[in-house]
């Protein structure tokens, strides 16, 4: 089976300091890893995902993630946070060793960032 | 351009009424999917569709009906709903899959607001 943690409901961050959010995952096999924002009343925005190569990968909006397989970790970082980053974070996860077509969510980490 | 669109908006429904909520993409993707999102919980599957075919129902209750009229319209009919019902309906689309396996990203609409009196 699948699953992935975020073990924060809430990251607070002042507004221009780094900010990272944490995921961890488990799976059978190598994992394809997403992140996503969700925006109040809004639907999922993907940012940005892991399949294969360099550990680091960088997405959308300034932020990138780190893929760590002796940890099992995916956490979502960037370097200066605004306020407008302030939303809803998910972290998803894929095992294409089951044949599962569909993502696993993780609870979801509110990220506060204070002016 | 990776927009999905869905409608209405926001929806509010009797117990008794019938209802349909619709997803549309303009991607040449191939695969769909209906999530339901509760309040400051993850979305959770309810159906994936793979070139207009059902592939993953989970084990949702027969009062949600899925249909997928042509590779660019999914449509979710609703009868006899339950308050407990009341949720964002996400759809979501994505490339489509080959021998097995997708790594292919999904793209999600802006859901519809579902409450159920």
């Known amino acids: 089976a699948q699953s992935v943690a975020q073990p924060e409901d809430q990251v607070n961050v002042a507004e221009g300091n780094p900010l990272t959010v944490k995921c961890t995952y488990s799976?059978?096999?190598?994992?394809?890893l997403f992140w996503y924002v969700q925006y109040p009343n809004r639907g999922l925005q993907f940012l940005l995902k892991?399949?294969?190569?360099?550990?680091l990968v960088k997405g959308s909006y300034g932020f990138e993630a780190e893929f760590n397989k002796s940890q099992t970790s995916f956490h979502l970082k960037k370097p200066s946070a605004l306020v407008s980053d302030s939303a809803l974070y998910f972290c998803?996860?894929?095992?294409?060793?089951?044949?599962?077509?569909?993502?696993?969510f993780g609870s979801g980490t509110r990220l506060q960032v204070q002016p | 351009d990776t927009e999905v669109t869905q409608t209405p908006k926001h929806l509010v429904m009797g117990m008794t009424n019938k209802k349909s909520l619709k997803c549309e993409q303009h991607?040449?993707?191939?695969?769909m999917y209906w999530y339901k999102q509760k309040a400051k919980k993850p979305p959770e599957l309810m159906f994936v569709?793979?070139?207009?075919?059902?592939?993953i129902n989970e084990s949702v209750p027969s009062r949600f009906s899925p249909e997928c009229p042509n590779s660019s319209l999914l449509n979710l009919h609703l009868h006899a709903l339950q308050p407990e019902d009341s949720a964002l309906y996400l759809c979501?689309?994505?490339?489509?899959?080959?021998?097995?396996?997708?790594?292919?990203?999904?793209?999600f609409g802006p859901g519809t607001r579902l409450t159920v009196l």
């Open positions: 892991y399949i294969t190569g360099d550990n």
């Open positions: 991607m040449g993707h191939r695969a």
């Open positions: 569709y793979s070139y207009e075919k059902l592939s």
């Open positions: 799976v059978s096999g190598n994992p394809y």
């Open positions: 998803a996860v894929r095992d294409p060793d089951t044949g599962r077509r569909a993502l696993t």
């Open positions: 979501a689309s994505s490339q489509g899959f080959t021998s097995g396996v997708s790594t292919d990203t999904q793209y």
